[in-house]
Each structure stands twice: as structure tokens, then as C-alpha cells.
């Protein structure tokens, strides 16, 4: 081949090869955005990385949330404080200036105001330091002061930062209110949970204990057995970690007080337990189950001299476990248990409600309770608990 014609192939190679990178480029220019785009996109990551640091409260999350709110600031320091004592402080001039903060903040925690801070009331000796002034903003949840953010400058702060500095504290108050409402929303899970208990337990334990006191003289090593199963059961119903447990957990607690009622009923209680293997480490909220077992129990058997069934199953539903609760007994009139589920009765069946205002706030309304009933015609509770589910994990030791 002539060496021109080989120098125009290289060329015609080369300029082809540089287009397709002028392509790439261009296209990587789309993807990455505009400069604005992108100062869009590092305020929300940083402001997503504080979020969760402050939904565990002022005093634990603040030493973690002050570098990504100074960062937002883009200011040399930046402190937090609760009113009492600095909760944190990122960036430069901590050892000179952090045991005044609660002085900086003194104005702005009386008033709920945002107040600029000049280099007298800063009032630094080191003629390099770059913490002279001061934007301080108070911290409120629920119209009552928190707290304060101090955000420190070289220079006297602009109205942009003055603004800027308002708004970071907006977003660290309404992560505080989070904060706060998860606080009281666990503490409300925490007694639903002990007035469940407080429902139950005395019904169940004095019945318990009756049937197992009559086998003492005719049959001692059943009534071993009996107060073994006893022991189990209220282990883990009084047990204190973990608002959820897994449903083969819930199931083996639920067999154990089924274990102890056919103790006491006899032949007049029967049980069909189907269950599939692949819904056993799913898990549910705490003794949610054992409720309306109990209830079929009480309303199916007790007050009636015929047997009494109950069927539990539990099955895989796609992205759902569906598991219920179905017995023959004397049933019940659908106004009352829509009366007990909307919230405007509690009425004698234990535990109904409880349950299902507690499906409802870990999984959402549609995953509350389905009753099926009639008088005289039994009934039947079904839930349907995700398989998976941001936030919902078991804690603790797994029950024994």
C-alpha cells in the first residue's frame, strides 16, 4: 500500500477515534449536569447525611451532624448547643472558643430569634483566628426553645448567610420534632405493649395455673411439663427487647399457650397448625399474634359444652406473609368488631384493637386486620405482614 494512503487511513483513525471521545465527553457533560444541577445535588446528599444524625436527638447525633451542617454553611466553625452545654462543635478555634458558646447563644435562646454576633461579643486574642463573628439561631420544636446553631465567620456575615444560617436551623428544628415524635412514638408502642400484657395476663396465668395444680396428684411429671411451657411462655411474653420478634418465634410462644389451654379444655379444644417453611424468619411485631389466638380461644370455647376447632396458618403470599386465625365458636356482630377497630369501642375481645393500631402504624393503613364473623357463625382474623420492610428487624435473643 502507498505510505500516503497509509498516513490518510491513520488520520481518518485518529480523527474518528477523537469524535467518538468528543461524543463521550459531551454525553458525560449531560450526565454529570449543569454547575447548578450539581450544587443541587451536594446540598441534598450533604443535608441527607445530617438527617439521620439529628433524628437520634440533639444530645446523641449532634457531634456527628456538625461537620455536614458546616459544611452547607461552608463557614470556618460551627457549634450546636441544647442550653445547657455544647452538644457539638466542628471546625476551627474549639479550644478558645467553645466554652463560650452558651454565652453567644444567651440571646438567642431568650428571645427565639436569630442573632449576628459581632468580634467584641466574639472577642478572640489570636489575630489569625478565623472565628470573629458569629450568626447564632435558635433551635424550637413545637413552639419551645431547644436549642441554638452557631455558625462562626472571619468576617461580618451577609444577609445570604444570615439567611442561609435561618434555614439550616428550620431544617435541624424539624429533624428535632422527627426526633421527638419517634421518641414519643415508642414510648406509646412500649405501653400498648404493657397494657397488652396487663390484658392478658391475669386471665391466662390464674387459668394456667388451675389446670396445672390438677395434675399435680395424678399425673406430676405432665404437670412438669405443664409449668415448664408455663415458664417459656411468660419468659417471652414479659421479655423487654425489641418491639418485633420472628414469626417462628410468635408461633412457638402461641404453641406453648395452646399447649396450656388443651390442659384445662381437654378434648374440647382442637388445633390445625399449617405453616410454610419459607415465612418462619419473617418478622412481626411483638405478640401480635397470642392476642387473638387467646380470643378464639375464650369466645370459641369458653361458655360452650361442644369441642371447639381452631385453625392457624400462616403461608407465603408474594412480598407478604398471610397468616390467620379462624375458629367455630359462637362468632360475633360485625358492628362490634367494627366498632373495636375504628377505635369507638374497646370491648370484651382482648387485644383486637391493639393489634391492629399497631399493624397499622409500623406497616400502613392497608395492613391492618380483616375479621370475618357472624353470631354463631365463628371468626376469623387475617393479617398480612410484609415480608420485608425498611426499619422493621428483630433485636435481641431469639426466644427458646
Known sequence: MDSTVVVSVVVAALVATAGVLLVRLVRSRVVLGTSENQTTY???????????????????????????????LATPALALTDGDEVTAWDGAGSGAHAEHVGEHAAQALAAGSTEVLDPETVA???????????????????????????????????????????EVARFVSGQLELAEFDRERAKLAEAEIRALRAQISPHFIYNALGAIASYVRTEP??????????ADFTRYSFRR??????????????????????????????VTLRVAPEVLPVAVPFLCLQP???NAVRHGLEGRSDPGHITIVAEDAGHDALISIDDDGVGMDPAVVEAILSGESSGDRVGIGNVDERLRAVYGDEYGLTVETAVGAGTKVAMRVPKYRAGVHVTGPAAT
Do not use: M, N, Q, W
Not at 64 to 70: D, S, T, Y
Not at 221 to 230: C, N, Q, S, W
Open 42 to 72: 451536594r446540598v441534598l446528599h450533604t443535608t441527607s447525611l445530617a438527617s439521620p444524625e439529628l433524628r437520634a436527638g440533639l444530645a446523641a447525633g449532634a457531634d456527628r451532624a456538625a461537620k455536614h451542617l458546616r459544611e452547607l
Open 124 to 166: 478572640c486574642e489570636h489575630l489569625d483566628c478565623p472565628v470573629r463573628h458569629a450568626v447564632v439561631a435558635a433551635l424550637s420544636t413545637e413552639g419551645k426553645v431547644v436549642g441554638a446553631l452557631l455558625a462562626y465567620t472571619s468576617a461580618r456575615p451577609s444577609a445570604g448567610l444570615v439567611r442561609a444560617v435561618e
Open 221 to 230: 411429671e405432665h404437670a412438669r411439663e405443664l409449668l415448664l411451657d408455663f
Open 241 to 270: 427487647h425489641g418491639d418485633f420478634t420472628t414469626l417462628a418465634d410468635e408461633l412457638r410462644s402461641v404453641e406453648r399457650y395452646l399447649t396450656l389451654e388443651k390442659a384445662r379444655f381437654g378434648d374440647r379444644l382442637s
Open 292 to 294: 387473638l389466638v387467646e
